[in-house]
């Protein structure tokens, strides 16, 4: 006999309610009693009913780190899926054939830089969630942060604190989320209605070692600059090593916030204003979507964008 929710919400020590919100991602529940629910949901063998027999896919051209990758497995295993991982550079021309024994019944594909063609190919084949990317014109679900919206709460950040001098080292100009911060950025500038001058520097990819040439290169074109937005968090850290290198203090000398909030930016240096990316918001939001799109219960073509925030606002400071 299969285990139903009311069972689980007995051993759980829950209501029945609680239990339906943290299977389907609803409600506002504690990480703790999600936890304690999950365990138990695991322990007793419970079966959600109408899910699809295999395995997600999560697809991506570089190897993926940080907190982002286990927020998926957990988010995977609520549903009872295991992830595959695949690694899949021509992310210009055909999908990753995925063999037969991965038993792949979706797809998470993540970052930006995906041709319009290798989407539509994939999506014609299976279910697809898009993370950092879109697809406007084909039903493929995406869930992100807002990143326009990011790169507006942090220049709006620098404008309340009075900088009128403020650089941008964006991601790769042919990147989709690249171009929707450069929107964001623009667009809190001219809003704000202030005399604003402002630089920004397109970077070879999103990696500390190219954000350090953006940044010697933004810094050659506009040397009192006071403050600087970087479009990741590992731009952040090259920019940081070019500050550093020219005897610049953060934020003393130059104000900077990222986009992401990579642990290494506590020790390097200076402090640092951080737009955090929600990663278990995003995986339980991308996988729940998924999931609906596997059972056929839900209609693709939706985009959830999560409302970004600002940490370390003490990491903006007032221009020298």
Do not use: C
Not at 6 to 27: D, H, M, P
């Amino acid at each position: 006999m299969s285990v139903t929710l009311k069972e689980i919400a007995k051993a759980a020590g829950v209501s029945t309610t609680t239990v339906s919100y943290v299977l389907n991602q609803k409600g506002s529940i504690s990480e703790e009693t999600r936890t304690r629910v999950l365990q138990t949901v695991r322990r007793l063998g419970y079966k959600r009913h109408g899910r699809t027999d295999g395995n997600l896919a999560l697809v991506s051209a570089q190897p993926l780190q940080g907190p982002l990758i286990p927020a998926i497995y957990q988010a995977a295993a609520e549903f009872g899926f295991s992830i595959h991982r695949v690694q899949w550079k021509d992310y210009r021309l055909a999908p990753p054939p995925f063999g037969a024994h991965m038993r792949i019944a979706g797809v998470i594909l993540y970052g930006g830089l995906w041709h319009r063609q290798f989407l539509e190919e994939l999506a014609q084949r299976q279910p697809v969630v898009l993370l950092g990317s879109t697809l406007p014109t084909f039903k493929t679900d995406s869930v992100w942060v807002d990143n326009s919206g990011a790169l507006y709460v942090a220049t709006d950040a620098l404008l309340a604190k009075g900088h009128r001098r403020i650089g941008f080292i964006n991601g790769p100009a042919t990147s989709v989320t690249s171009a929707e911060k450069r929107i964001g950025f623009e667009r809190a500038v001219q809003q704000s209605g202030l005399q604003i001058e402002m630089e920004i520097v397109d970077a070879g990819y999103f990696d500390q070692a190219s954000g350090r040439a953006a940044a010697a290169l933004l810094l050659e074109r506009f040397p009192r600059v006071t403050a600087v937005i970087a479009g990741e968090d590992g731009l952040a850290l090259g920019l940081l090593e070019e500050l550093k290198e020219r005897g610049l203090s953060v934020p003393g000398d130059v104000s900077v916030v990222s986009f992401r909030d990579d642990p290494a930016l506590a020790v390097a240096g200076g402090k640092v204003a951080a737009i955090p990316l929600p990663e278990k918001e995003i995986a339980r939001e991308a996988i729940s979507r998924l999931v609906h799109r596997i059972n056929g219960s839900q209609r693709a073509g939706q985009r959830v964008l999560i409302q970004p925030h600002l940490i370390r606002p003490e990491g903006i400071v007032s221009p020298p």
